[in-house]
């Protein structure tokens, strides 16, 4: 299935980009997020941060549909 | 701004507009925070910064937080501003504002949403040092917990 990947931050600066469409067999964020961290070598393990699926906070064994829009949400720092 | 809702702003936040649109004749008492953009951070001096947010997310989890503030404490009204951009050493880079028949909820309340954006709301800090290189804040692998 085709998604799409948002980066933020420290994700989009090792990224090198800020969205991307992504073809994967992922059933999941948790295996998503371990895919694109093999391949794009993110330094952030999964422990440290949230997942949104279509703009909303997700779980990461929740199903993920064609066309979603899958955000990784680093550890926060406003205020 | 509307009130009772939680905004991203691009451009300098300004906190008298803010303030005058809790005033409401059942208030009695009003607090407000204001975040500033210190000149330091863990030791290290800051020559500048930058704040970046998931802006669609932030603005949805910030109402709810504002929500949750409304229905915990007797409040009249509140609201919430982050900015985001680069900003320079003083600037306000976060403000609340609660407004309350009494002054105890409008402390109260005040702290809650501080505190819950600061925890929750996808918004960044990249800070950049006089010795050594740029740094997102909370992101460096020996920080996590």
């Given amino acids: ?79 | 701004m509307e009130l009772n809702r939680f905004f991203i702003s691009e451009s300098a936040i300004e906190p008298n507009e803010l303030r005058s649109k809790l005033q409401n004749e059942v208030a009695g008492a009003y607090a407000s925070f204001e975040g500033w953009v210190r000149n330091h951070n863990d030791g290290k001096p800051v020559n500048a910064l930058e704040y970046s947010a998931y802006t669609a997310l932030a603005e949805k989890e910030g109402d709810r937080i504002i929500g949750e503030a409304l229905d915990r404490f007797e409040i009249s009204g509140a609201a919430a501003i982050h900015r985001v951009g680069p900003l320079d050493i003083g600037d306000i880079a976060v403000w609340v504002g609660v407004s309350s028949p009494h002054r105890g909820a409008a402390f109260d309340s005040c702290r809650y949403i501080i505190d819950e954006i600061k925890d929750r709301v996808p918004i960044w800090k990249r800070e950049s040092y006089e010795n050594g290189p740029d740094e997102w804040v909370n992101c460096a692998k020996g920080d996590l917990e």
């Fill in chain 1, 1 to 79: 299935m085709k998604l799409t990947i948002e980066y933020y931050a420290l994700l989009k600066e090792q990224r090198g980009c800020s969205s991307e469409f992504w073809e994967t067999s992922a059933s999941n964020p948790a295996a998503l997020y371990d895919e694109l961290k093999a391949q794009h070598g993110f330094s952030l393990d999964r422990s440290a941060l949230k997942v949104a699926v279509n703009e909303d906070f997700a779980e990461w064994d929740q199903s993920l549909q064609e066309a979603d829009t899958v955000v990784f949400i680093p550890p926060v720092a406003g205020g």
